[in-house]
């Protein structure tokens, strides 16, 4: 087995163990609850499929700020034709009008050099204006039910693994092992079981294919000629043309897949996540991607993990605020390690200000006996800053990423 993914199970258990003894110590059961974990991968999808389209964006060269327009843009499209041709229509047209989005981009900013942030952001406040204003026609016709929602649409079937998580196969029922596991209730192999009911049971079918598109997306990018092409357009694109590659070639396709993906996120908000579409659903997921992606350092992996933490903050504060206080012990194990990393490698005033910061966060746990309404509210957020603030240290960014580009030489 490859020593990467070695290491990355390696840290995975770690953590479910640590979640373990925090559950013990506070009787926070949601911490590793099948019902937070399977949450945790529901708000986790769009998110990852945001950040996967931003990789591919990014990758070739152009910065997507406009990711949460095309998400805004596929959640509206997939509520709306969701409910006239069913979910799966609903999906592929999220997917087309996110392209669109990413079309205009693309040709603002590969075409005509206009500031890839600047037109992110025209993207983004042009996509919730214009949806809101189609939106008020339909309903003044009388083919919405109000000025911000869609009509329901059907639901996408569910299913679980096979004999491990339940499932129906051809009218069989298939044991629930993980399940039986989970209700034992023994330290750390429950727990285990738990999280890992909730993460391969009463799956979506979309929710098994936008997994499936994380390593596909690593094989794209990493193992094939395209990718090979696409990533050398964001690096040194004067070089690639000299060895043949068409630049504006392979920007268009990383931008317009980085659209497709993010209007299939947007989709699954609208048709999964909910069963219509509804004015702010999107909630700034397509800028949570981003960060994720940030977290991820470009990376397919790196995205989903960004992604999970996310989606299991938020889980958490939507199910039980007494985890997330629970959760302040989990900062300071963290820290805790982060002071003995710095002292190993003989950074002192580092290694110190990390333990003021954990000794504040302990201090924190033991004075208050529950968090604030609004600050368990913001968790998820917060815990994106943190993270961002940590990641952007070990950043490795595309070398020609947001440099426009003119054929013959960057300018």
Not at 295 to 302: A, E, L
Request: net charge positive.
């Amino acid at each position: 087995m490859n020593a990467k993914l070695l290491k990355t199970l390696r840290y995975a258990l770690l953590l479910v163990l640590t979640l373990s003894i925090i559950r013990v110590l506070t009787g926070a059961s949601e911490l590793t609850s099948v019902g937070t974990a399977s949450a945790a991968l529901l708000l986790s999808v769009p998110i990852a499929l945001a950040g996967l389209g931003g990789l591919f964006s990014e990758r070739s060269g152009v910065v997507n700020i406009g990711l949460e327009g095309m998400m805004i843009m596929g959640a509206w499209a997939g509520g709306m034709i969701g409910a006239d041709h069913g979910p799966w229509v609903g999906l592929f047209a999220g997917v087309c009008f996110g392209t669109v989005g990413a079309l205009l981009h693309a040709i603002a900013t590969i075409s005509f050099g206009v500031d890839h942030v600047v037109s992110g952001v025209a993207i983004t406040i042009i996509a919730a204006g214009l949806v809101r204003y189609i939106s008020t026609i339909f309903y003044k016709s009388g083919a919405w039910l109000g000025p911000s929602q869609s009509p329901d649409s059907g639901s996408i079937g569910t299913n679980g693994l096979p004999v491990l998580s339940g499932g129906n196969y051809f009218g069989w029922q298939s044991p629930d092992l993980l399940r039986d596991l989970a209700e034992k209730q023994w330290f750390f192999i429950s727990d285990l079981a738990a999280i890992l009911r909730g993460l391969t049971g009463d799956l979506s079918y979309v929710t098994m294919i936008a997994v499936a598109i994380v390593p596909l997306s690593f094989f794209i990018l990493w193992k094939t000629a395209f990718g090979l092409r696409l990533r050398s357009a964001g690096e040194a694109p004067t070089a690639a043309e000299s060895l043949g590659v068409n630049v504006y070639k392979m920007k268009y396709a990383g931008v317009l897949i980085s659209g497709g993906l993010a209007g299939l996120g947007g989709a699954f908000l609208a048709l999964v996540a909910a069963n219509h579409y509804q004015e702010n659903q999107v909630a700034g997921r397509g800028y949570i991607g981003l960060a994720a992606l940030i977290f991820g350092n470009y990376r397919p992996g790196g995205i989903l993990m960004g992604a999970g933490l996310f989606g299991f903050a938020d889980a958490l504060q939507l199910r039980d605020s007494e985890s997330i206080h629970a959760l302040i012990l989990l900062v300071v194990l963290i820290l805790l390690v982060l002071v003995i990393r710095d002292l190993r490698k003989a950074k002192l005033l580092k290694a110190a200000i990390t333990l003021v910061f954990a000794a504040l966060s302990l201090w924190y746990y033991i004075a208050v006996d529950q968090l604030p309404g609004q600050l368990v509210t913001m968790t998820p957020y917060i815990t994106t800053l943190m993270v961002m603030a940590v990641a952007s240290q070990r950043l490795r960014t595309p070398a020609a990423d947001g440099i426009p580009y003119r054929r013959g030489g960057m300018r």
